[in-house]
């Protein structure tokens, strides 16, 4: 092979300035998960010993989940760790009396993992585009930016969504349903274009992996057209998966000691109730930023009306034979 001329080349030096990170990327965040092969091991480890065998049962909530759940994916996402090796894992635990349930449900979670991955990598313009195409013309690109800033900053006046995210800048991890209900808020409730969001939240998850992230992002959003439309109801979400308010209070401290139930709807505080648990007069939590359940109806009509144009339709029938496996 031959050798490149160096002497009669025009290649000049660079000056290339020392990349200085941010002292953010620096100072270690005690409510983040540590990184590194030797931590994932720890992990995965004390999954089994223990802290997942009721995983099944409480992985809906924000508040048990961050126990009960193997919390694992920052360690896939970033290659500590790999999913055949989990995977083993689990098989070698599989026969282990009272976990089967857990396990069953586990399993079932990574192979969804790699179903989406593959979805993505097939087709991968849904990181912009709508994988339904017939959803495109149809989609608000008003972009609300007020709204869609007051979702970012967990200032939209509803308890449990606010929660959520402020718990995500702090700590880069939410269970599932909770996900699931911050896209649908936004997109639904909220009525903004799914790309008004997706890379916030690729930016605050300490576990984003775009092929999970971008067709789940979708499927809540619902401009699929194969899957179930969801429209979550963050109240409630909020009495069924923190019935007690201990997650919201810990991070909505301006309602610390607003009781249940009247935590889950803040805005129907009486003059006097106010006073009583210190909530202040310009709360956002007197007067969110929008009707919940009036949006909650434009949404579904929306929604349904968009889901039978035969634009739609057609495109459905494109993603179910081109994703779906139809025979063995």
């Not at 990349?19 to 409510?31: A, E, G, I, V, Y």
């Not at 930016?145 to 880069?172: I, N």
């Not at 909020?238 to 709807?265: H, M, N, Y």
Request: with cysteine; charged share 20%.
């Amino acid at each position: 092979m031959c050798q490149p001329d160096i002497e009669r080349s025009n290649l000049l030096p660079v000056d290339i300035e020392e990349f200085q990170p941010p002292q953010s990327w620096l100072t270690k965040n005690p409510n983040m998960q540590s990184g590194g092969a030797s931590h994932a091991w720890q992990c995965l480890n004390s999954f089994f010993e223990a802290r997942g065998q009721d995983y099944y049962r409480k992985l809906s909530s924000p508040e048990t989940a961050t126990q009960a759940c193997s919390r694992m994916s920052a360690y896939l996402a970033w290659g500590n760790i790999s999913l055949r090796e989990m995977y083993h894992q689990v098989l070698l635990h599989w026969n282990t009396r009272g976990w089967r349930r857990s396990l069953v449900a586990l399993s079932s979670r990574l192979h969804w993992h790699c179903h989406f991955i593959q979805k993505f990598e097939s087709e991968s313009r849904m990181e912009s585009q709508c994988l339904n195409r017939g959803y495109e013309p149809l989609l608000d690109t008003n972009h609300n930016q007020r709204l869609v800033e007051a979702w970012k900053s967990g200032r939209t006046g509803f308890p449990l969504v606010d929660a959520c995210m402020r718990s995500l800048e702090q700590t880069g991890y939410l269970n599932f349903r909770m996900r699931a209900m911050l896209v649908s808020f936004l997109t639904h409730h909220l009525n903004c274009d799914w790309r008004d969001g997706v890379h916030h939240l690729a930016r605050v998850f300490l576990d984003f992996e775009p092929g999970i992230h971008y067709p789940q992002f979708q499927m809540q959003a619902g401009v699929t057209g194969i899957n179930t439309i969801r429209i979550y109801n963050p109240t409630k979400q909020a009495i069924d998966q923190d019935p007690d308010g201990t997650f919201i209070k810990r991070w909505i401290p301006e309602l610390a000691e607003v009781p249940v139930p009247l935590l889950f709807e803040p805005w129907k505080l009486t003059p006097m109730e106010q006073q009583m648990y210190g909530i202040a007069e310009d709360s956002i939590y007197l007067s969110p930023i929008i009707d919940l359940k009036q949006a909650a109806k434009e949404a579904r009509d929306r929604l349904w009306a968009w889901r039978k144009l035969p634009s739609v339709r057609q495109e459905a029938d494109r993603i179910l034979a081109r994703h779906v496996r139809t025979g063995t």
